[in-house]
């Protein structure tokens, strides 16, 4: 299973960016998609999931109404809709592929995550 995240790039506070994650092959069980970001000087954090039938969205809760996780399985993409930007969104944003594990909250811990893909720059300028 090999992830790529694109779709990064400089945009000014308050704009918008759409990541995609492009899966070249969903493993068996490993379907569930989960986004992370690392800012400068920061440690890795969790940014959303989504599930295998995408019915389970989720989202780390300094995010919610401005993030969007979608899921186009025809084509093996994962996106992240990036809304009303922010400087602190400013990160490496990595996409990652997991089994479904047991646990009300494993899809926010990056252990879980069996494949990575190699991160998109995002800056966001104030």
């Known amino acids: 299973v090999q992830l790529q995240a694109s779709g990064g790039g400089l945009v000014q506070a308050g704009g918008s960016l759409r990541l995609s994650c492009a899966v070249s092959e969903f493993a068996l069980g490993h379907d569930a998609i989960g986004w992370f970001r690392q800012g400068p000087g920061k440690e890795r954090e969790w940014v959303s999931f989504i599930g295998p039938t995408a019915g389970r969205l989720y989202y780390a809760d300094s995010l919610k109404g401005r993030f969007t996780v979608s899921r186009d399985d025809a084509n093996n993409i994962v996106y992240l809709q990036m809304n009303n930007m922010k400087p602190e969104d400013t990160a490496v944003y990595y996409c990652?592929?997991?089994?479904?594990?047991?646990?009300?909250?494993?899809?926010?811990?990056?252990?879980?995550?069996?494949?990575w893909g190699q991160g998109t720059q995002v800056t966001v300028s104030s």
């Open positions: 990652a592929a997991a089994p479904e594990h047991y646990g009300s909250t494993w899809y926010e811990k990056s252990a879980n995550y069996d494949y």
